[in-house]
């Protein structure tokens, strides 16, 4: 059976602690989608770890963690990861890299952070991990797969060619230094000797392991709002951040994925520029920040401080629409105990006419949050284990959330812990 855990809304929504602590009883973890542009924060008995490539399974002796072929693959920042947590003690995990899985190219990076120089204050809040060049280069059909690392001749040549075009921008749009292909040759063959042990038909691996009654989990980089096609173009990833891309990213039938878990916030934070309408400003931002998350609300790799906002019930109702949801995990609810009362965003004001529909984006930004305030709890629930033991305003918060979106939670993260979590029958 295959799972799949992605994002409501703009990510840093707690995917990396679900995935976790589903991965308790899968026999292999996929990353589908993206690269080290976003990371998973996860807290367990090893520590406190922040994950960018390495999917959240890791953690497991008892599971294979696998990089898709819909992965963009930076293959130095992925070992480097995979050394840190050795150091740290984890047992060395087992892994799997498509040979269909393309990488992040040295000059991806490069490109990345001179577009965003040129761009000035007109730019995309990019992390500068080279995200956008490479998918850009993927679609142009001049990616470079691992597969390739292994034909050698075939690698010189198309390095020659593809150096030939970027140098012309290098030299007249960005006026920076040229590629030399003889130096990129030889650095790709440190990569080839990095990733040998690994590189695998994956797709060929998880069809054979779903016949043999595997349980699959599929791991989502960021939300929703940050897909390419449903969300807030063009302050977007550059990859599908939805279930159902899951089957494209890991090479699975479609048909198979039965159960997707979509990760909600109890209310919302996101990194980078574009559209967010229920964002909240000055000290009250502060607040939260400082007492979200799991020791303040800063992006797992960019450590920039997170813009800050209430529960957005129309951007999350149409997450989990565009997810496919079977279950919602809502997380860290826990933070909001301090509030006496909690706004949540359940309309949108637009011109004058109130939607609950998610708008594209030219109309989103005009949007303006028409807020409900409901009663706080104020008290600490990190410990409780059972629904039924919450406060009463506690799951009145969770009941409005759940109409207002139309997806059932059936689990509360109320706490950083692998263990803090309530199952919630429905």
Not at 141 to 169: M, P, R, W, Y
Not at 239 to 259: D, F, R
């Amino acid at each position: 059976m295959v799972k799949a855990v992605v994002g409501a809304n703009w990510g840093d929504e707690g995917k990396g602690k679900i995935t976790d602590m589903l991965a308790q009883k899968a026999d292999i973890i996929v990353r589908f989608q993206g690269g080290a542009n976003a990371g998973h924060t996860i807290v367990n008995n090893y520590g406190k770890f922040a994950l960018h490539t390495l999917p959240s399974g890791v953690f497991y002796d008892h599971t294979t963690s696998v990089i898709g072929n819909g992965v963009a693959l930076n293959i130095p920042v992925f070992f480097k990861e995979y050394n840190e947590i050795v150091s740290r003690g984890v047992p060395a995990p087992k892994i799997l890299i498509s040979e269909r899985a393309q990488m992040v190219m040295p000059y991806h990076i490069l490109f990345d952070q001179y577009e965003e120089e040129r761009l000035g204050g007109k730019s995309f809040g990019s992390t500068k991990s080279g995200i956008a060049p490479f998918y850009s280069d993927k679609y142009a059909k001049i990616g470079f797969q691992v597969s390739e690392l292994f034909d050698e001749e075939h690698l010189k040549e198309k390095l020659a060619s593809v150096c030939e075009t970027k140098n012309v921008l290098l030299e007249h749009l960005y006026h920076k230094p040229l590629l030399d292909p003889e130096k990129l040759f030889e650095e790709m063959m440190e990569y080839k000797k990095m990733v040998e042990p690994y590189v695998c038909d994956v797709s060929l691996y998880l069809w054979n392991a779903l016949k043999e009654g595997k349980e699959v989990l599929l791991e989502g980089q960021l939300g929703s709002l940050k897909d390419p096609d449903h969300g807030i173009y063009p302050m977007v990833t550059s990859s599908s951040t939805l279930a159902g891309y899951g089957a494209v990213g890991a090479g699975l039938p479609p048909y198979e994925i039965k159960k997707i878990v979509t990760v909600c916030k109890a209310y919302s934070s996101a990194v980078g520029a574009g559209a967010f309408v229920s964002e909240i400003f000055g000290e009250e931002a502060d607040e939260l920040r400082k007492r979200g998350g799991d020791g303040g609300e800063f992006g797992a790799t960019t450590g920039r401080p997170r813009r800050m906002g209430w529960f957005d019930c129309v951007a999350s109702k149409y997450g989990c629409r565009m997810q496919g949801t079977t279950d919602v995990a809502f997380t860290v609810l826990d933070v909001l105990g301090y509030l006496d009362e909690i706004p949540v965003c359940t309309a949108y004001d637009i011109d004058g006419e109130i939607t609950t529909d998610f708008p594209t984006t030219v109309k989103l930004e005009k949007a303006k949050p028409v807020l409900e305030k409901l009663p706080g709890w104020k008290c600490d629930i990190r410990g409780i284990k059972k629904y039924e033991d919450l406060p009463e305003n506690c799951r009145k918060y969770i009941e409005f959330v759940e109409k207002q979106i139309g997806f059932p939670i059936t689990m509360i993260s109320n706490g950083p812990g692998r263990d803090d979590i309530i199952y919630r029958n429905k």
